[in-house]
């Protein structure tokens, strides 16, 4: 049995190729058990939060091992806000991506398109996204060690919605 786990929480366009890749990826270069779930944005945050808890307890099993680790792509990340501090897992290790240009997809998207199709098309979760998330939501102080990665690409979305822009402002040390 292995003595550490890995949680990926990958973002909202990670398909299925995408999750098998970073799952294939940690596994083959790591000693850790690893989980990617299939995350379920399209039910919103709060809904899909409460499936992680879920998903947690019922699956990883944190008890099993000695630690338990987490990389949270941007939305996982979200979720990990949405839960509450003490019903997450002890982290050993949590590294979270945030992106600036990234996180401005859903707002974009629901300006151009309207709330009613924007959530017909991709759901709920970009809802959320879209609603100006992290300034209202405490970022997870659960684990002994953390790391922030600011990726600054843009996706083929974001291309397509001419977002490449950064409002330095916004990206303050208080807000991440």
């Not at 808890?53 to 990389?71: G, M």
Request: charged share 20%; hydrophobic share 45%; glycine share 8%.
């Amino acid at each position: 049995m292995r003595r550490e786990a890995l949680i990926v929480l990958v973002g909202i366009t990670a398909g299925r190729n995408k999750r098998r890749q970073v799952l294939h990826f940690f596994s083959r270069n790591s000693d850790y058990a690893v989980f990617v779930p299939r995350l379920p944005y399209r039910t919103g945050m709060q809904a899909c939060a409460a499936w992680l808890r879920a998903y947690l307890d019922d699956t990883v099993q944190p008890a099993r091992f000695n630690a338990v680790h987490a990389i949270a792509y941007i939305a996982g990340g979200l979720l990990l806000r949405c839960l509450e501090r003490d019903s997450l897992p002890a982290f050993e290790r949590l590294v979270q991506f945030r992106g600036p240009i990234q996180e401005q997809v859903a707002a974009a998207l629901v300006r151009r398109l309207g709330r009613v199709a924007a959530g017909w098309l991709v759901g709920r979760g970009v809802l959320d996204l879209a609603d100006g998330w992290p300034q209202a939501l405490p970022p997870p102080r659960c684990a002994r060690q953390s790391g922030l990665i600011i990726e600054l690409g843009r996706s083929r979305m974001a291309r397509l919605l001419g977002i490449s822009q950064i409002d330095a402002a916004d990206w303050t040390p208080e807000r991440l």
